[in-house]
């Protein structure tokens, strides 16, 4: 079974940092491009980031431009997003996410979310 399990989520300050990370289990993670998204109660679930097979090509959401990296390690079947000068606006669950395939149907891959919360 295709699965992820994530960590690195908690409690911190406005201006603090957080690492998250998401480790696959279950199937061959180098050939699937990687996303992190993001889910505040009550609106729409938000892509934050994503990061090709090999890591050479990323892409952000303008909110988290300059302050978020999205990085992979293929040898240890883990995705990681370093948050820094995190915001109270960054508060929600974060969640890493693949596509099985390149077509509309292929299916998808979850984690099960970690929760941030920046709050001073």
């Known amino acids: 079974q295709e699965q992820f399990v994530e960590s690195g989520g908690g409690l911190v300050q406005p201006g603090g940092s957080l690492r998250l990370s998401c480790a696959a289990s279950g199937f061959s993670f180098s050939t699937y491009a990687m996303s992190w998204y993001r889910q505040v109660p009550g609106k729409e679930r938000e892509l934050v980031a994503s990061?090709?097979?090999?890591?050479?090509?990323?892409t952000y959401a303008d909110s988290v431009k300059g302050r978020f990296t999205i990085s992979r390690d293929n040898a240890k079947k883990t995705v990681y997003l370093q948050m820094n000068n995190l915001k109270a606006e960054d508060t929600a669950v974060y969640y890493c996410?693949?596509?099985?395939?390149?077509?509309?149907?292929?299916?998808?891959?979850w984690g099960q979310g970690t929760q941030v919360t920046v709050s001073s």
């Open positions: 990061i090709s097979t090999l890591g050479g090509s990323t």
């Open positions: 996410k693949t596509k099985l395939g390149t077509s509309v149907w292929s299916r998808a891959v």
